[in-house]
């Protein structure tokens, strides 16, 4: 069983940045495929970025070039750093853990809460 927390979600400006920490739980962290996603309110969860094993990224076009999401293995942790935030990225967002070998996410974080003024 693995256990993730987020945190680092915050009210910001637009234009701003913001990190979120995800971390968990468990001795094979390195082995798992690590994403954030969000979720607005009214819509659907959506991914942004995911982070495989031996580093290599992903990420939603609606962030790319703004978010950077990256691992620290000795620390079972993984970031999202935003920046040039958008009213748009208001939203819960969520870290999830897909262990090596499968595709779907099994573990869930509780979700941080990002909001972004004008």
């Known amino acids: 069983q693995v256990q993730l927390v987020e945190s680092g979600g915050g009210l910001v400006q637009a234009g701003g940045s913001l990190r979120l920490s995800c971390a968990a739980s468990g001795r094979t962290f390195s082995t798992y495929r690590m994403a954030w996603f969000r979720q607005a309110p009214g819509k659907e969860r959506d991914f942004v970025a995911l982070i495989r094993s031996g580093g290599s990224t992903n990420y939603a076009d609606s962030v790319k070039g703004r978010f950077t999401i990256s691992r620290d293995n000795a620390k079972n942790t993984v970031y999202l750093q935003m920046n040039s935030l958008k009213l748009e990225d208001t939203a819960v967002y969520y870290c999830?853990?897909?262990?090596?070998?499968?595709?779907?996410?099994?573990?869930w974080g509780q979700g941080t809460q990002v909001t972004v003024s004008s």
């Open positions: 999830a853990a897909s262990p090596y070998g499968t595709l779907k996410y099994d573990y």
